[in-house]
């Protein structure tokens, strides 16, 4: 049973354009996480998020937590081919306790 | 300061084999959890060890064991491999006492398993 449904799970697009990924569950989560991994290489963790409703900007990408703390997305403005690479969002339960990944978006940006 | 490494970065087992793959966690880090990640997919919580004790434990059966030194580097055992193992596992650090928001997860590079 996946607890974190990620979608889409492929996207390729062309540089410039603007895209957002979804994580969404039944669950509620303490604080959620977001991943990027690159071939060869563990997941870097990109953004923890931990209030629902929470909205936290990196760069080019905005995470929000659902009130709920049930869902959190991933919005990318004008993708660069560096942004290539596994996207993955992962759930934490409680203090110390493990990650709950989701499947993971592959993200291909074209120059 | 050197991050989470993982030895050996590949390897290649028949079924049936033993394995054991070792970690050394991030300075100044006292728990290593364990994840098993097959191609395309996320990663899998195996377990987790915290003052060389197993803390949590995902859905793995008992062919998959642990252990954590003193110096807080752990070792993940499979026995009786099946081809179904193959996968890159991965380890992670982190400080055993934190709260949700600080719950942050150092991830080594992997070894890459192959199982014939």
């Known amino acids: 049973t996946q607890l974190l449904e990620q979608s889409p799970q492929f996207l390729s697009i062309q540089e410039g354009e603007n895209l957002t990924v979804y994580c969404n569950s039944s669950?509620?989560?303490?604080?959620l996480q977001w991943y990027r991994q690159e071939p060869g290489e563990g997941p870097v963790l990109l953004v923890t998020v931990v209030t629902g409703g929470e909205v936290k900007k990196l760069k080019r990408l905005t995470f929000q937590f659902g009130d709920a703390r049930k869902d959190s997305s991933l919005h990318i403005t004008a993708a660069q081919p560096g942004d290539t690479g596994l996207y993955l969002c992962?759930?934490?339960?409680?203090?110390?306790?493990?990650?709950?990944f989701g499947e993971g978006t592959q993200l291909t940006v074209n120059p | 300061d050197a991050g989470v490494t993982q030895s050996p970065t590949h390897l290649i087992k028949t079924r049936g084999q033993q394995v054991t793959l070792r970690c050394s966690p991030k300075s100044g880090h006292d728990t290593v959890s364990w994840y098993q990640q097959a191609l395309g997919q996320g990663p899998q919580f195996i377990f987790q060890y915290y003052e060389e004790e197993e803390r949590q434990r995902g859905n793995f059966p008992d062919r998959f064991s642990g252990h954590q030194f003193p110096n807080y580097s752990s070792e993940l055992n499979v026995n009786a491999l099946l081809l179904g193992d193959s996968a890159l596992y991965l380890c992670?650090?982190?400080?055993?006492?934190?709260?949700?928001?600080?719950?942050?997860?150092?991830f080594g590079a992997g070894t890459r398993l192959s199982v014939l």
């Open positions: 992670a650090s982190s400080l055993g006492q934190r709260l949700a928001g600080e719950n942050i997860q150092y």
């Open positions: 992962a759930g934490v339960r409680a203090s110390g306790s493990r990650l709950t």
């Open positions: 669950s509620v989560f303490s604080s």
